[in-house]
């Protein structure tokens, strides 16, 4: 079993910054993808950002492209999405999910409990 602990949500205006962190513990020997998903009121969850263990891959959803940033720290099991230049349509639950990437599929098995983002206008 995983445990994700996610952290960095908040209130943000139009044009700023916020960083989401997510440390994963537990059984994650099986794991080597970590990534970020966010859920809008009303809309399904989407895929924002994901990263292979060793950075060799990683995946963005186009409205994101260009402002935010996924990155990881392997030794403290850590995954970060810093996101700039947000914009009102950003707000949502992030959450933070681990699991694989084979044969150019990402397959996400372990959920955080999710992070609220808002940003105003």
């Known amino acids: 079993q995983v445990q994700l602990v996610e952290s960095g949500g908040g209130l943000a205006q139009a044009g700023g910054s916020l960083r989401l962190s997510c440390a994963a513990s537990?059984?994650?020997?099986?794991?080597?993808?970590m990534g970020w998903h966010r859920q809008a009121p009303g809309k399904q969850r989407e895929l924002v950002a994901a990263i292979t263990n060793d950075g060799s891959v990683i995946n963005y959803a186009y409205s994101v492209k260009g402002r935010f940033t996924i990155s990881r720290d392997n030794a403290k099991n850590t995954v970060f999405l810093q996101m700039n230049s947000l914009k009102p349509e950003d707000t949502a639950v992030y959450y933070c999910?681990?699991?694989?990437?084979?044969?150019?599929?990402?397959?996400?098995?372990?959920w955080g409990q999710g992070t609220q983002v808002t940003v105003s206008s």
């Open positions: 999910a681990v699991g694989t990437f084979t044969i150019s599929r990402w397959d996400f098995g372990s």
């Open positions: 537990g059984s994650i020997f099986s794991i080597n993808a």
